[in-house]
T-cell receptor, first 117, second 110 residues
Framework: EAGVAQSPRYKIIEKRQSVAFWCNPI?????LYWYQQILGQGPKLLIQ????????DSQLPKDRFSAERLKGVDSTLKIQPAKLEDSAVYLC????FGQGAYSSPLHFGNGTRLTVT | SQQGEEDPQALSIQEGENATMNCSYK?????LQWYRQNSGRGLVHLIL?????REKHSGRLRVTLDTSKKSSSLLITASRAADTASYFC??????????FGRGTSLIVHP
């Protein structure tokens, strides 16, 4: 099966500019996650979708970050305006099942490395 | 939110040796997962162990879970240079959303 696709692979922008990341999950996967991974740290959840509904966005800085998952498939994550501390790798992951008695493994894309100068 | 913390932060061994890394967490969990991340790549799932399980094996990997001590360990036997990567544990509680630790950086010297 094709893996999780993310683009672009790299992005360099100046602070206060806007940027958008795109994710195409594995076909049929109901749940989609966006994680932020700062260098030397583990991934931190930004938002979780189940189909096209938001399950958890409690750690998403909503004054500058937004995300959508139209039609329950592809997703975009936007930052506007970007700050220096947003420099990180943005990882998209998907899993076949929603919340339930048993969690299923996450399938990650290779991420988008964002550098804000 | 609960979060696993891996120990050690860095581990350097010779090919053929065993590598053991530990994960501790603070609150009760439904399951715990281990992932590997090669430099510049996404995370790859290794093993999921549920709270009612104590040990699982997958190839050269062995994971244990001690819920009374709120800890887990990942053992890689007969390590290879290709095992060089960062390893993360991820805990899931009531929300079933995996929360990751900072990871252990493993270097296996040929």
């Amino acid at each position: 099966e094709a893996g999780v696709a993310q683009s672009p692979r790299y992005k360099i922008i100046e602070k206060r500019q806007s940027v958008a990341f795109w994710c195409n999950p594995i076909s049929g996967h109901a749940t989609l996650y966006w994680y932020q991974q700062i260098l030397g740290q583990g991934p931190k959840l930004l938002i979780q979708f189940q189909n096209n509904g938001v399950v958890d966005d409690s750690q998403l800085p909503k004054d500058r970050f937004s995300a959508e998952r139209l039609k329950g498939v592809d997703s975009t994550l936007k930052i506007q305006p970007a700050k220096l501390e947003d420099s990180a790798v943005y990882l998209c992951a998907s899993s076949p099942f929603g919340q339930g008695a048993y969690s299923s493994p996450l399938h990650f894309g290779n991420g988008t490395r964002l550098t804000v100068t | 939110s609960q979060q696993g913390e891996e120990d050690p932060q860095a581990l350097s061994i010779q090919e053929g040796e065993n590598a053991t890394m530990n994960c501790s967490y603070k609150t009760s969990i439904n399951n715990l997962q281990w992932y590997r991340q090669n430099s510049g790549r996404g995370l790859v799932h290794l093993i999921l162990i549920r709270s009612n399980e104590r040990e699982k094996h997958s190839g050269r990997l062995r994971v244990t879970l001690d819920t009374s001590k709120k800890s887990s360990s990942l053992l890689i036997t007969a390590s290879r240079a290709a095992d060089t990567a960062s390893y993360f544990c991820a805990t899931s509680g009531g929300s079933y959303i995996p929360t990751f630790g900072r990871g252990t950086s493993l270097i296996v010297h040929p």
